[in-house]
């Protein structure tokens, strides 16, 4: 299953994007990568693998390299303005992929992976591949700490190649009603067919179950009508409500399993706005994932303390002033790629600085407040998926380094506002930099 698998999925993917990269919806954000962008994502993968090969495990290196190229090539890939569908595919393929590395280098390939196209998207716009590869990753990663079946391991790979046939379905018939049929009925049968081969019951009602909130929320936020914020509100009750439902049912495993029939539904259909809402589930899994790698942190979370707080405000934040970035890069052409791969940067330095700062009350916070920045996205009337797959990658980085930084987290206080200190002013100085990048051409324009 291990070779075979992989290469079914990278076959069902290349199918998709061939019949579906022509298709272009009013509801997707897509944008063709340029060689500059590329060069910008090569750059920064660069200073990954530097920070990785400096303080990550020595037999972790190869595979955490492997998932971050892995990732960037998915969040940047195919060219042409593809369809929101297609950019789907390609990130549920390289999911799949990680699958090929040995088995003891799996889990490490798989969360580069998450953060590599988080923050690949930054710059490429390949915003669907990274939600999508981060569903499967999160489902896989479960079912390999469960306890239960070797195969749980593939469960949301198996999923993931029911999206992808679904998707070539679709394209192939080309008519509205019965490509909501088949999106909705393939995950489904996916889900259904894992609890009765894996004899787990909890799996196959809690994947149904995110299919069938994922529905919901699509006639709920449809594009054809304006999004009210009462509208918003009941979706994210939504999103709390699967989380809530497959936890009781099957805990991390389960809302897992809810998130990716979710949202593998709704990128079947397009809808961005109704993704926007899995904002909360999406905090809610990469919290418990974050929970289960490290069991230490148990423990941590607590809203009263102020270094959560902090945490979640930044979280919930951050990620709203990359897309507001991102509307003036697109103007700014070479300056915004420039700005761009600056703020990505930004981003992916700030978690293992938070890590050290604010200790594991302040990650566990900033991981959650990441969720719900595309909820705020929802309310303001955006439908920019880059406030949910930023925040994936940088929870991903969480993921990755947090176990690095561990012995850090022992600073002393001066230690600890030393490094804050020139830390934080370097970032202030890029962030500058970026700001600068993104007006100057515009102001010229106007002249």
Same mark, same amino acid.
């Not at 909130?213 to 509208?231: E, I, K, M, T, Y």
């Not at 418990?288 to 230490?296: A, G, H, K, V």
């Not at 148990?298 to 709203?320: K, V």
């Given at each position: 299953?291990?070779?075979?698998?992989?290469?079914?999925?990278?076959?069902?993917?290349?199918?998709?994007?061939?019949?579906?990269?022509?298709? %272009?919806?009013? *509801?997707?954000?897509?944008?063709?990568?340029?060689?500059?962008?590329?060069? =910008?994502?090569?750059?920064?993968?660069?200073?990954?693998?530097?920070?990785?090969?400096?303080?990550?495990?020595?037999?972790?290196?190869?595979? $955490?390299?492997?998932?971050?190229?892995?990732?960037?090539?998915?969040?940047?890939?195919?060219?042409?303005?593809?369809?929101?569908?297609?950019?789907?595919?390609?990130?549920?393929? =390289?999911?799949? $992929?990680?699958?090929?590395?040995?088995? *003891?280098?799996?889990?490490?390939?798989?969360?580069?992976?998450?953060?590599?196209?988080?923050?690949?998207?930054?710059?490429?716009?390949?915003?669907?591949?990274?939600?999508? !590869?981060?569903?499967?990753?999160?489902?896989?990663?479960?079912?390999?700490?469960?306890?239960?079946?070797?195969? /749980?391991?593939?469960?949301?790979?198996?999923?993931?190649?029911?999206?992808?046939?679904?998707?070539?379905?679709?394209?192939?018939?080309?008519?509205? *009603?019965?490509?909501?049929?088949?999106?909705?009925?393939?995950?489904?049968?996916?889900?259904?067919?894992?609890?009765?081969?894996?004899?787990?019951?909890?799996?196959?009602?809690?994947?149904?179950?995110?299919?069938?909130?994922?529905?919901?929320?699509?006639?709920?936020?449809? !594009?054809?009508?304006?999004?009210?914020?009462?509208?918003?509100?009941?979706?994210?009750?939504?999103?709390?409500?699967?989380?809530?439902?497959?936890?009781?049912?099957?805990?991390?495993?389960?809302?897992? =399993?809810?998130?990716?029939? !979710?949202?593998?539904?709704?990128?079947?259909?397009?809808?961005?706005?109704?993704?926007?809402?899995?904002?909360?589930?999406?905090?809610?899994?990469?919290?418990?994932?974050?929970?289960?790698?490290?069991?230490?942190?148990?423990?941590?979370?607590?809203?009263?303390?102020?270094? =959560?707080?902090? @945490?979640?405000?930044? @979280?919930?934040? /951050?990620?709203?002033?990359?897309?507001?970035?991102?509307?003036?890069?697109? *103007?700014?052409?070479?300056? @915004?790629?420039?700005?761009?791969?600056?703020?990505?940067?930004?981003?992916?330095?700030?978690?293992?600085?938070?890590?050290?700062?604010?200790?594991?009350?302040?990650?566990?916070?900033?991981?959650?407040?990441?969720?719900?920045?595309?909820?705020?996205?929802?309310?303001?009337?955006?439908?920019? $998926?880059?406030?949910?797959?930023?925040?994936?990658?940088?929870?991903?980085?969480?993921?990755?380094?947090?176990?690095?930084?561990?012995?850090?987290?022992? $600073?002393?206080?001066?230690?600890?506002?030393?490094?804050?200190?020139?830390?934080?002013?370097?970032?202030?100085?890029?962030?500058?930099?970026?700001?600068? /990048?993104? %007006?100057?051409?515009?102001?010229?324009?106007?002249?």
């Amino acid at each position: 299953m291990s070779i075979a698998l992989p290469l079914l999925g990278v076959f069902l993917a290349a199918l998709a994007v061939y019949f579906t990269s022509r298709e %272009r919806s009013d *509801q997707a954000e897509i944008r063709s990568p340029d060689w500059l962008s590329i060069a =910008a994502v090569g750059i920064l993968l660069a200073v990954m693998l530097a920070f990785a090969s400096r303080y990550g495990p020595e037999l972790d290196r190869p595979w $955490l390299a492997a998932g971050g190229l892995l990732g960037a090539i998915a969040a940047t890939i195919p060219f042409g303005a593809p369809s929101l569908r297609a950019s789907a595919c390609v990130g549920l393929a =390289a999911a799949i $992929l990680a699958h090929l590395v040995p088995a *003891q280098g799996v889990p490490a390939c798989q969360l580069a992976l998450v953060a590599g196209a988080g923050l690949a998207a930054i710059l490429t716009g390949g915003y669907a591949a990274a939600l999508g !590869a981060t569903a499967v990753v999160a489902l896989d990663r479960f079912g390999s700490m469960s306890g239960g079946s070797e195969h /749980l391991s593939y469960a949301g790979s198996l999923v993931a190649i029911a999206l992808l046939l679904s998707s070539v379905m679709q394209a192939l018939l080309k008519k509205r *009603q019965v490509e909501i049929v088949i999106a909705f009925v393939l995950p489904l049968l996916a889900f259904l067919f894992l609890g009765f081969w894996l004899k787990d019951q909890p799996l196959a009602a809690t994947g149904a179950l995110g299919v069938v909130g994922g529905a919901v929320l699509a006639a709920l936020l449809s !594009a054809s009508v304006p999004v009210r914020p009462l509208d918003a509100g009941i979706g994210a009750l939504i999103s709390v409500g699967l989380a809530t439902a497959a936890f009781a049912l099957d805990r991390g495993t389960g809302m897992a =399993a809810a998130l990716l029939g !979710a949202l593998g539904f709704l990128l079947l259909r397009g809808n961005t706005r109704a993704i926007l809402a899995l904002g909360p589930l999406f905090a809610l899994v990469l919290f418990r994932l974050f929970q289960n790698i490290y069991p230490e942190t148990s423990r941590a979370f607590d809203i009263g303390q102020h270094y =959560a707080l902090i @945490g979640l405000i930044l @979280g919930a934040i /951050l990620p709203l002033i990359l897309v507001d970035s991102f509307a003036f890069a697109e *103007q700014a052409k070479a300056k @915004g790629v420039g700005a761009l791969g600056l703020l990505a940067l930004v981003a992916m330095g700030l978690s293992p600085i938070l890590t050290v700062f604010l200790g594991p009350t302040g990650a566990v916070g900033f991981i959650v407040g990441l969720g719900f920045a595309g909820m705020f996205e929802l309310v303001r009337q955006g439908t920019s $998926l880059l406030a949910l797959s930023a925040g994936t990658g940088m929870a991903g980085v969480m993921l990755v380094t947090y176990g690095w930084l561990s012995k850090s987290l022992d $600073l002393t206080r001066n230690e600890k506002i030393w490094i804050l200190g020139w830390s934080a002013g370097a970032m202030l100085l890029i962030a500058l930099l970026s700001a600068f /990048l993104l %007006r100057a051409e515009p102001l010229k324009e106007r002249k």
